[in-house]
């Protein structure tokens, strides 16, 4: 690695561009509603919840098959449906005494495939 890929480029004026400024201000969410995308991104951040909504990318699911399936304990897979279900990523339904989990809608997938394309760009 040579020397300049370890540096940051920075501006070096000291003008500042009050018209880039308010136009970018004018067009920012309300702090309230950047948090709650932040929150939403850090759900996508653990591995066992990935994996979770890609099963249920395939399929719709109980408790006992998507720790079968991830080799995991009802109990772990229950924790993370919990995170899940209060981020409104996932949703379920009862029939009988089995629980079964789907995707609450089809912004999920399509959030996971735009990152899932961007990591595989090469």
């Known amino acids: ?8 480029e920075s501006c070096n004026c000291s003008v500042i ?3 880039i400024i308010n136009s970018v201000r004018k067009g920012m969410p309300k702090d ?22 890609y099963a249920l990318f395939q399929a719709e699911m109980c408790v ?16 993370q449906l919990k995170v899940l279900k209060h981020t409104r990523l996932v949703k379920h339904r009862r029939e009988g005494k089995v629980v079964y989990y789907s995707l609450d809608d089809d912004h999920i997938k399509k959030i996971f495939d735009y990152g899932y394309a961007h990591v595989n760009e090469k």
């Open 1 to 8: 690695m040579n020397k300049n890929e370890n540096c940051i």
């Open 17 to 19: 561009h009050e018209d």
């Open 32 to 53: 309230e509603i950047l948090y709650d995308l932040a929150e939403l991104f850090k759900v996508f951040g653990d591995t066992t919840r990935t994996k979770i909504l």
């Open 64 to 79: 006992c098959d998507m720790a079968a399936l991830l080799g995991m304990s009802q109990s772990a897979i229950s924790h």
